[in-house]
């Protein structure tokens, strides 16, 4: 894996329109609508509580811009333009203010991946953003052979120090060390750890939004709301911001079961898909991407062309399918409209992940992959990531310059972003909300 700090001053992608159908006006619509879409957003935060943070995976084909993933455990903060940190800080303060404003310390609770230091520099990263939010911080972590603070030096310079976790009563701590809020950054693919059950302290992102418990086609049955009401604001057909999807619950690679329920949805959102390509005057094969409906790292993800391709896996690509992290087995599957990706940087196949804290956007980078073509998963082995070219934060577009000069694309990025963010604030209320 190419290490992820090395960048270059980076272009607006190449947008290959001539290969995506009919002109790619969306980002013009989104530019004319700013001051309707602002408001809009302005009432939609009233009446939600945006997630602490939360990165979301794009994909641009020009006649469609769509979220693809939504994660509320975002782990690239290394990755992001070091220049707009101030803005990192303003949002984190900002929502520091709203769920506690007497917060003095704060416990970060990373992914048990003491090895991986592309990881761990972001961990770093996001203790730096939070400390110079004001904040006192300490790193605990869930590792059970960590008995005693425990440093680690870190590839480009510094270190961490990781501390056992201490529980008294209803407060989890570090020796010494009582914090007002509990910040994950480990997405509990693993489970829910016991130590962090029933706390009276803050615990951001709440327990329920691990992938113990969610599940991706919740996020998107909220995503298909929220693109509709957007979609009715700018006078445009939602499919062109919202990628079709079905589920299927009865799956089980290892033992060959359950394939038919994932080839008939597989067929059928082909045809769907084919059917507004040709409303759209599209030129390009339909496919589909079959991943798991939990978890993370770009794991348990195929392309799709044919219903057939299904059902001819041979053992490796069962194997693949069938484990993501932690080992855990597959059973649940999202069946996901395939979105090309007509973006590139250097001749290689680009996609944007965009970055929020509270419901700012506080940038991102792309991730790129040469080995990898334009419908298939970039989130895999060759990958690598260039920053998106900020010049100025992407919530301030240029009216005078083109819809796809940087600060209006990064613009439109950050719209479709924060519409999948609000799908992820609805979906957390429907997660924590009292059984009835």
């Not at 007497?102 to 990881?119: D, K, S, V």
């Not at 690679?253 to 898909?273: N, P, S, T, W």
């Not at 001749?347 to 334009?374: K, S």
């Amino acid at each position: 894996m190419p290490n992820p700090t090395a960048f270059a001053a980076t272009p607006v992608p190449d947008l290959k329109t001539a290969l995506s159908g009919p002109p790619p006006d969306l980002e013009q619509r989104i530019l004319d609508a700013q001051p309707a879409i602002e408001h809009w957003f302005r009432t939609q935060w009233q009446e939600h509580a945006s997630p602490f943070y939360g990165s979301v995976d794009l994909r641009n084909s020009g006649f469609k811009l769509a979220p693809v993933d939504t994660n509320l455990f975002p782990g690239g903060f290394n990755n992001l333009n070091p220049d707009f940190t101030p803005l990192c800080v303003q949002a984190t303060q900002s929502a520091i203010e709203k769920i506690c404003p007497e917060a003095r310390g704060l416990l970060l609770i990373p992914e048990n991946h003491t090895r991986n230091q592309f990881y761990l520099q972001n961990v770093a990263a996001l203790a730096t953003i939070l400390r110079q939010a004001g904040l006192n911080v300490r790193i605990g972590t869930l590792i059970p052979e960590i008995t005693a603070p425990t440093e680690i030096a870190l590839a480009g310079g510094g270190s961490l120090t990781l501390e056992p976790l201490v529980r008294h009563g209803r407060r989890l701590m570090v020796e010494g060390f009582d914090p007002c809020v509990v910040l994950l950054n480990n997405d509990l693919s693993a489970g829910v750890p016991e130590v962090l059950k029933d706390l009276d302290q803050w615990v951001l992102p709440p327990l329920a939004a691990g992938w113990t418990t969610r599940r991706k086609s919740q996020h998107f049955a909220h995503y298909d709301a929220v693109a509709t009401e957007f979609a009715q604001l700018l006078a445009i057909d939602p499919w062109r911001i919202n990628p079709l999807f079905e589920r299927c619950g009865k799956i089980n690679f290892k033992e060959r079961q359950g394939e038919e329920c994932v080839a008939g949805y597989v067929a059928e959102m082909l045809d769907d898909i084919g059917e507004k390509y040709r409303e759209y005057g599209i030129d390009q094969r339909p496919f589909v991407i079959v991943k798991a409906d939990a978890g993370t790292y770009g794991m348990g993800i195929m392309t799709v062309h044919d219903a057939s391709e299904v059902q001819q896996l041979n053992r490796n690509q069962r194997k693949k399918m069938a484990v993501v992290k932690e080992g855990l087995e597959v059973h649940e599957v999202l069946i996901q409209e395939g979105v090309y990706t007509f973006e590139s940087v250097n001749g290689a196949a680009a996609e944007p992940v965009v970055y929020m804290i509270d419901h700012y956007v506080v940038g991102g980078f792309y991730r790129l992959n040469t080995e990898r073509g334009q419908d298939q998963n970039l989130n895999a082995p060759g990958m690598s990531f260039e920053r998106l070219a900020f010049s100025s934060p992407c919530s301030t577009p240029d009216h005078a310059a083109r819809p796809d000069a940087a600060p209006n694309r990064f613009y439109a990025y950050g719209v479709i972003a924060r519409l999948a963010l609000l799908a992820a604030a609805r979906e957390i209320e429907t997660l924590t909300a009292p059984a009835a």
